[in-house]
């Protein structure tokens, strides 16, 4: 069956960085974008990014643009969301959800990993 | 990118019909027919239960459907359960090969 299953809670200090994996298992990997999207305690989901299924293309909200970068290790079947110069307002449940191209939906999602930024 | 915007909540007794609005603007809801709705419980992860405006994915039941007129989509419940008890996002791709959500829906079966 079709699984993302995502990295361990991290908690990080104000302006570091953060790394969270997300690896995909029962699908063909390369044939599907991976989003990710992020959820603040009690508040509701933003979108954050997406890599192609190619992996030669990247889009970031334009919020996080000089923050977040999306890569992928084909050989691994994994994406990874790394988030720099952290502040408090980055504690959040992170998310990685797949999209087959031109579906325009999320059909799959990773069971979220949080991230706490305190100092 | 602004949210789409959403009701903060709303509530119906068991048997009767919700709808949830999701208004957005000409660069995102009303300049494309693909907006999505998700359910989420609480602790758990987003689930998608329409999508291109009014398809159901295979699963979801029938009692959830969407629709859209302008900036303005909507998904309605009815028969309303208490598993629908929930927070509803809708989502839209939008100008620039992005995607924005919508604020969100708490969902009350009374």
């Known amino acids: 069956q079709v699984q993302l299953v995502q990295s361990g809670a991290e908690v990080k200090k104000p302006g570091a960085s953060v790394k969270v994996s997300c690896k995909a298992s029962g699908y063909t990997f390369n044939s599907y974008h991976m989003h990710w999207v992020r959820q603040a305690p009690g508040q509701g989901l933003e979108w954050m990014g997406i890599i192609k299924s190619s992996g030669a293309s990247t889009t970031y909200a334009q919020k996080f643009r000089d923050r977040v970068t999306v890569t992928k290790d084909t050989s691994t079947s994994t994406v990874y969301m790394e988030l720099s110069s952290l502040r408090s307002e980055d504690t959040a449940v992170y998310y990685c959800a797949r999209e087959f191209p031109r579906d325009y939906r999320f059909d799959q999602w990773g069971q979220g990993t949080l991230v706490t930024v305190s100092s | 990118q602004s949210a789409l915007t959403q009701p903060a909540s709303v509530s119906g007794s068991p048997g009767q019909s919700i709808t949830i609005s999701c208004t957005g603007t000409?660069?995102?809801?009303?300049?494309?027919?693909?907006v999505s709705w998700y359910q989420q419980h609480p602790g758990k992860a987003p689930k998608l239960m329409i999508y291109e405006v009014t398809n159901r994915p295979s699963g979801v039941s029938n009692r959830f459907s969407g629709s859209k007129s302008a900036n303005t989509a909507s998904l309605t419940i009815s028969g309303l359960q208490a598993e629908d008890e929930a927070d509803y996002y809708c989502s839209s791709f939008a100008t620039g090969g992005t995607y924005v959500f919508g604020t969100g829906t708490k969902a009350t079966v009374l």
């Open positions: 000409s660069s995102d809801v009303g300049g494309y027919n693909y």
